[in-house]
């Protein structure tokens, strides 16, 4: 990962974020922001959790 990117804020995201952003989606903003378990996958659609959703790996 480049040195001016790191991972979404939402704990089941795969994905990377510019420096400066803290989520890679409305979606994960929303997600993290509730009490709600939504299980080992994120919903953001990005291609790095659709591929795990996919493959059936877990994120976090």
Do not use: I, K, L, W
Request: with cysteine.
């Amino acid at each position: 990962m480049p040195d001016n990117e790191t991972r979404c804020g939402h704990a089941a995201c795969q994905c990377t974020v510019s420096s400066g952003e803290q989520y890679c989606s409305d979606s994960c903003r929303e997600a993290a922001g509730t009490d709600r378990v939504e299980g080992p996958f994120c919903e953001c659609g990005h291609a790095a959790c659709a591929s795990n959703r996919a493959g059936g790996e877990g994120g976090g």
